[in-house]
């Protein structure tokens, strides 16, 4: 089987498309990604003392960034549906100068979650890196991953985890 057959978005001869998801029946999903941002030693230490630069309170603000972003992810990745949302958690934690940022989006829908938890924690370490760059232009974007998703046909998937 070729990979133009394996990919789910893509026609034979090559083209977009999106996925029919109209005979599919809705199941519950779950989705989880994390993201890390190197924000280096003097930022991190900023953000332990008082968790806020110039513009704010970094991690909730990124926090809230990644629950707006995933309920709207169809908007910014072409080819996804509108899936009505049952719940969003986005956290963002400091370990020395990295935040970890995890998302869990979960959904009663004849589709999965996957890219609404990994836009979730894009649009959370985008905003990381915004509220911190006038510190520093150093500020590194390191993994966007989808560590987890669990319903629909394929069943469930955790990284690291053998089949």
Same mark, same amino acid.
């Given at each position: 089987?070729?990979?133009a057959r394996r990919l789910s978005h893509v026609t034979r001869d090559g083209a977009a498309k999106m996925v029919d998801i109209s005979k599919k029946r809705?199941? +519950?999903?779950?989705?989880?990604?994390?993201?890390?941002?190197?924000?280096?030693?003097?930022?991190?230490?900023?953000?332990?003392?008082?968790?806020?630069?110039?513009?704010?309170?970094?991690?909730?603000?990124?926090? #809230?960034?990644?629950?707006?972003?995933?309920?709207?992810?169809?908007?910014?990745?072409?080819?996804?549906?509108?899936?009505?949302?049952?719940?969003?958690?986005?956290?963002?934690? #400091?370990?020395?100068?990295?935040?970890?940022?995890?998302?869990?989006?979960?959904?009663?829908?004849?589709? +999965?979650?996957?890219?609404?938890?990994?836009?979730?924690?894009?649009?959370?370490?985008?905003?990381?890196?915004?509220?911190?760059?006038?510190?520093?232009?150093?500020?590194?974007?390191?993994?966007?991953? #989808? #560590?987890?998703?669990? +319903?629909?046909?394929?069943?469930?998937?955790?990284?690291?985890?053998?089949?």
């Open positions: 089987m070729t990979l809705p199941t +519950g999903r779950l989705a989880r990604a994390e993201a890390t941002v190197r924000v280096g030693k003097e930022i991190g230490r900023l953000l332990a003392r008082t968790g806020s630069v110039a513009k704010g309170n970094v991690l909730e603000t990124a926090r #809230l960034a990644g629950i707006m972003a995933a309920k709207r992810t169809h908007e910014w990745i072409p080819l996804c549906h509108p899936i009505p949302i049952d719940h969003v958690d986005v956290e963002a934690d #400091l370990d020395g100068e990295r935040v970890r940022i995890e998302a869990v989006v979960s959904c009663r829908a004849p589709t +999965g979650v996957e890219m609404e938890a990994m836009t979730a924690v894009s649009a959370a370490a985008l905003t990381v890196y915004d509220m911190c760059k006038s510190a520093s232009k150093e500020i590194t974007i390191e993994s966007i991953r #989808l #560590l987890e998703k669990r +319903g629909g046909k394929s069943g469930a998937w955790k990284r690291g985890a053998s089949r």
